[in-house]
């Protein structure tokens, strides 16, 4: 496992561009933000899968009832996938916001990228149980974000990113402002 005294929280890109920091009348500016949608091409997959699970109640023999798997099962399916994929990652108003949770970024101590398999092994056997985990399977990288919070028993947030590079920089840049 990847712990805060063997991982060096050195910069991962010197070259990244990032959004200037909000100002004091526009505390709830984002600075970053994913979208962590799915690949487009779990759409056509996803309406195959319900065209053949729809196909089978042809097999019935009932004329009738032909349409109504396809009608529903089928917008079902788009619909499950897009839901899936519709979540977002952002730095805002001094918080990392990830699927409903929220962490204010005082409490952050380090963070750093992670590729997919250091992601996957952190997340695995070799993770913390205690950890809040937000990965997504279709997302390989991702970063892992330390707290320093004594009444908060959570040791470290992990959460995909395509872009974990961007993220760190972003995290790091508030670790570097006074206050």
Do not use: K
Not at 44 to 68: K, N, Y
Not at 83 to 105: M, N, W
Not at 110 to 139: K, M, N, Q
Not at 153 to 158: A, D, I, L, S
Request: proline share 8%; aromatic share 8%.
């Amino acid at each position: 496992m990847v712990t805060g005294h063997e991982a060096t929280l050195d910069a991962v890109n010197d070259g990244i561009d990032r959004a200037p920091a909000p100002d004091a009348d526009d505390a709830r500016a984002v600075e970053y933000r994913e979208l962590l949608r799915t690949p487009w091409w779990w759409y056509p997959i996803a309406v195959g899968v319900a065209c053949l699970f729809a196909g089978e109640f042809h097999i019935s023999g009932l004329r009738l009832t032909d349409w109504i798997p396809f009608g529903t099962l089928v917008p079902v399916s788009i619909v499950l996938v897009w839901l899936l994929g519709h979540s977002r990652l952002e730095i805002t108003g001094g918080e990392l916001r990830v699927r409903g949770a929220h962490l204010p970024l005082r409490y952050v101590s380090g963070a750093i990228a992670l590729d997919a398999h250091t992601l996957r092994r952190v997340v695995g056997r070799e993770g913390d149980p205690a950890a809040f985990v937000s990965i997504r399977p279709w997302i390989g990288p991702g970063v892992q974000v330390w707290l320093d919070d004594a009444d908060d028993p959570t040791p470290y947030w992990v959460v995909s990113s395509r872009h974990p590079d961007r993220l760190v920089t972003a995290v790091r840049s508030h670790l570097s402002q006074p206050g």
